[in-house]
């Protein structure tokens, strides 16, 4: 393990000195809570099993708290920033606090939507303090574009946080815990206090693991066409999934029999299924009896 070094993280202090110097004010459009707590972070980066050969990519690094932490662990870390201020400062804010590691990151400035690469060796690892208004579209985008990720955590809101980590028939499970779990096995790990973060958030936070699943979900579905039935049975999730895939399949009728073919009940609702549920569904779609999805599938 690499030497920490007890002076190189941001506390309290430094985080508000940096935050002056650059003229920032975290907004809540882009969903911003900085980090102020040094224990709080490698908390974070030993939860999330970081080790020395990772190549761990970063989304909203903000100020650096949690960049400066992954540096004292990781291999190599990659940050991507939208903030034009944040992004210009970050580079001079690592090799400043830790010179001897600032070979070892790079900055991409971008919307982490748009990212389709990233620079040096492939990650292997995802450890971010997601904005919470983004967070569910940019984890999912970043797990399906990246399949050398093998281990993610995230720190998201408290109750986006439960929905990624619910089971099937829970009361908050939906599109994001189905759709999370196509690419990884996901669980609760952890919960964060307000006082960590300045602002302080007026809502608790909560840490996910997901671990890559070793094998894909065996369909012969696409991706696209699985998470079409998902949004579709979740979009009206009080009715029976005969009615709630009537639109999806071409009629009530198509619809059932897609079911009925796949073995789930017509009369169960999308809450009670397994992402493989989705999947049989998918596959036994009638071609017939189709109607074209003129929406983009979010991935």
């Given amino acids: 393990m690499n030497s920490p070094t ?52 970063e989304v909203g690094p903000g100020l650096g708290s949690l960049t400066l932490a992954l540096l004292e662990a990781a291999d190599r870390v990659v940050a991507v920033e939208i903030d ?22 790079a900055l991409v400035h971008c919307d982490a939507m748009q990212v389709t690469e990233l620079p040096g060796p492939a990650p292997t690892a995802l450890v971010a303090n997601l904005p919470y208004n983004v967070a569910v579209p940019v984890l999912l985008h970043m797990l399906d574009t990246f399949p050398t990720i093998e281990r993610t955590l995230v720190m998201v809101q408290a109750e986006v946080a439960d929905r990624l980590a619910a089971a099937p028939g829970s009361k908050v499970y939906g599109v994001p815990s189905v759709k999370a779990n196509w690419y990884a096995d996901v669980k609760r790990a952890g919960s964060i206090g307000r006082n960590v973060f300045w602002p302080a958030p007026n809502v608790d936070s909560g840490l996910v693991s997901l671990t890559r699943r070793a094998e894909p979900v065996a369909t012969t579905a696409a991706k696209r066409e ?37 073995g789930v009940s017509p009369q169960a609702r999308g809450e009670s299924l397994t992402v493989e549920e989705f999947a049989r569904i998918a596959e036994n779609r009638v071609a017939g009896n189709t109607v074209e999805n003129k929406e983009s599938v979010q991935p």
């Fill in 6 to 57: 007890p002076d190189a993280l941001l506390g309290p202090a430094e985080v508000r000195e940096l935050a002056g110097a650059l003229g920032v004010r975290p907004t809540k459009q882009r969903g911003q809570n900085f980090v102020i707590d040094a224990n709080t972070v490698r908390r974070i980066v030993r939860t999330a099993g970081v080790r020395e050969d990772d190549v761990v990519v």
């Fill in 84 to 105: 034009d201020v944040l992004a210009g400062a970050l580079p001079a804010t690592v090799t400043a606090r830790m010179p001897a590691r600032a070979d070892r990151f």
């Fill in 226 to 262: 699985v998470f079409a039935v998902v949004d579709a049975a979740f979009a009206q999730r009080r009715k029976t999934l005969r009615a709630a895939l009537a639109g999806w399949a071409g009629s009530p009728v198509a619809a059932e029999a897609a079911l009925v073919a796949a």
